[in-house]
């Protein structure tokens, strides 16, 4: 128990001192955190990979972190129209989801929301998705996997602060041109979000695709294709 207090007067203790510094520089409200969730917590923009995430995977916790989820694998809003996960959740690679926070930071600055869409996909739903399609210009085929299927990319937007989705310029799994990052036939706003969208994402370390403008993938690290599931209790 005292070891459990005194890790805890620790936490408190670094996160007072990082708040304190540069007392005239706009810091994020972090009284909704608990105190967990402080490590995983930026004063201001990107920073570095935190050293206490441990484990194969980490969860994002949408509501803890502000971000709003739609995932779109976990109900029928998605281009098959068919629900392939169980429950709505989001795994990342540790890095990776270090990586997210930091965007996420960012965004926030910027009085904006990320809105994600997809995160770490089970090969076990990789195949399910490739079996309802058939096309692997569309679903990479399980044997080979994907980025997701490794926990390191993710499927993502931006939402306003009243969580509103941004104008950009084309659907979520919309496999058309209007899907690439640089198709020209699209409003200004939408071109602005788009560019808004990539910068978060190459600064937090991101790497985007340029046909798709929602997708972009953790490259500092590799990871297998894995077939982790997570439960819905």
């Known amino acids: 128990m005292r070891k459990t207090l005194r ?15 540069g007392q005239k ?3 994020i409200d972090t009284s909704w955190l608990k105190i967990e969730d402080y490590l995983f917590v930026s004063k201001k923009g990107p920073v ?3 050293s206490s995430i441990t484990g194969k995977w980490t969860e994002i916790n949408f509501n803890q972190a502000h971000i709003v989820g739609k995932m779109a694998y976990a109900d029928t809003s ?3 129209h068919e629900k392939i996960y169980p429950c709505a959740r989001c795994f990342l690679r540790p890095e990776a989801a270090s990586a997210l926070i930091n965007a996420n930071d960012i965004a926030i600055t910027e009085n904006l929301h990320l809105v994600i869409f997809d995160c770490y996909r089970p090969k076990v739903y990789q195949q399910k998705m490739y079996d309802i399609v ?5 679903v990479a085929s399980p044997e ?5 299927n490794r926990g390191l990319a993710v499927d993502i937007a931006l939402a306003d602060w009243n969580e509103r989705l941004l104008d950009f310029g084309g659907e979520f799994d919309d496999f ?3 899907a690439h990052y640089d198709f020209e036939g699209i409003s ?6 788009r560019k808004k969208l990539r910068e978060i994402m190459l600064s937090a370390g991101f790497e985007p695709y340029k046909n798709e403008w929602w997708h972009f993938t953790f490259t500092k690290v590799q990871y297998p294709v894995d077939g982790f599931t997570w439960n819905c209790n």
């Open 7 to 21: 890790n805890i007067t620790i936490i408190l203790v670094v996160v007072n001192a990082v708040q304190s510094c």
């Open 188 to 193: 200004k706003e939408a071109k602005s979000n």
């Open 134 to 138: 058939k096309n692997p210009d569309y």
């Open 176 to 178: 058309s041109e209007k």
């Open 78 to 80: 998605n281009f098959m």
């Open 144 to 148: 080979k996997g994907s980025m997701h």
């Open 48 to 50: 570095k990979k935190d």
């Open 25 to 27: 520089e706009e810091t």
